[in-house]
């Protein structure tokens, strides 16, 4: 009969403790990661309208990358850094999925 009992699991917010059940929903999900500087992805579904890199291009930060069309909104990504263009993984018309990788980059050494 022990084996029915629910596991309680403990839920820290602001240092203050919590025990709670989660759903299997929850337990299954995607534990988040922190992002990688050298990888530029999309937030949001959307159309590639212009790419203003290739490979191999010394990039400046604060220069534009990408631009492209989510929601009736056009956006255009920036160099976060002073880097190498390593790859571009799409083209002008593409579609792209949320998440999903557009250019590889790599810091260029002080």
Do not use: C
């Not at 959307?46 to 400046?60: A, N, R, S």
Request: aromatic share 10%.
């Amino acid at each position: 009969m022990e084996e029915n009992k629910p596991k309680y699991e403990v839920f820290v917010v602001n240092t203050a403790q919590y025990y709670t059940l989660h759903t299997k929903k929850y337990g299954m999900r995607k534990k988040w990661q922190a992002a990688d500087p050298n990888e530029i992805r999309s937030f949001i579904p959307g159309t590639i309208l212009e790419v203003f890199v290739t490979p191999g291009q010394e990039v400046v930060a604060g220069e534009n990358l990408i631009k492209y069309e989510a929601m009736k909104m056009q956006t255009i990504l920036e160099m976060p850094f002073t880097g190498i263009v390593k790859e571009v993984l799409v083209a002008v018309g593409d579609k792209v999925r949320k998440d999903q990788l557009m250019i590889l980059l790599e810091e260029l050494p002080e």
